[in-house]
Each structure stands twice: as structure tokens, then as C-alpha cells.
């Protein structure tokens, strides 16, 4: 079992930057893929951010160039910096691990989930 905490959510003005951290406790953290996922009002949880327990990162094109996802070992914690944000960014951001080496960007792969923070980005 794995346990996720979020913090790090906010408002910001369109342009700006947040970033968001998981920490982790349980069972062995560097086993695991983390990722990042979203959910807006009215709309379907989507992925936005993946990094696997030896670094290898993927993002949504939705995202790319503009969020970095992270991950620090020892820490037991993962990071989502966001910059340049835009009011489509606004969401509730969830932190989800996976068992399996290689999940795919569908969030049925992610086996634990934390509780969520909140974004919102005003124009």
C-alpha cells in the first residue's frame, strides 16, 4: 500500500507558475511510476505527466514544454513544476503511482491515488 499526499495547488493569474509535490510513504517509492493527472469540472479525469522509477518522463501534448515532472528518491516525493499557465489549467491535480514498469497514459494502470489539489488559473 501506498499512501500519496498532494499540496502545492493554488490560485494564479494566467502567465504564472505553480508547483506541485506528492509525498509518498508506504512501500518502496523508487519502485514505483508516478504520474500526474487532472480533472476539470464537468470533464473526464486525464493524464498529464508520467516520470518511471529511472527517470524517464513523458507528458501531454496539452503540456509539453511548459510542465516538468520530477521525482526525488530519497525524499519520497514527486514534483509537477508548471509554468506559463493558462486558465485551461485549471483542474483538481491528482498524484497516482503504478506498479507496473511501463503504464500506459490511462489512469486504470495507476493502482494507488491521493486526494487531489486544486488549480485555478484566472485570465
Known amino acids: 500500500q501506498v499512501q500519496l499526499v498532494e499540496s502545492g495547488g493554488g490560485l494564479v493569474q494566467a502567465g504564472g507558475s505553480l508547483r506541485l509535490s506528492c509525498a509518498a510513504s508506504?512501500?518502496?517509492?523508487?519502485?514505483?511510476?508516478m504520474g500526474w493527472f487532472r480533472q476539470a469540472p464537468g470533464k473526464e479525469r486525464e493524464f498529464v505527466a508520467r516520470?518511471?522509477?529511472?527517470?524517464?518522463?513523458y507528458y501531454a501534448d496539452s503540456v509539453k514544454g511548459r510542465f516538468t515532472i520530477s521525482r526525488d528518491n530519497v525524499k519520497n516525493t514527486v514534483y509537477l513544476q508548471m509554468n506559463s499557465l493558462k486558465p485551461e489549467d485549471t483542474a483538481i491535480y491528482y498524484c497516482?503511482?503504478?506498479?507496473?514498469?511501463?503504464?500506459?497514459?490511462?489512469?486504470?494502470?495507476?493502482?494507488?491515488w491521493g486526494q487531489g489539489t486544486q488549480v485555478t488559473v484566472s485570465s
Open positions: 497516482a503511482a503504478a506498479e507496473r514498469s511501463f503504464p500506459t497514459t490511462q489512469a486504470y494502470d495507476y493502482n494507488f
Open positions: 508506504g512501500r518502496t517509492f523508487s519502485n514505483y511510476a
Open positions: 516520470v518511471r522509477s529511472g527517470g524517464s518522463t
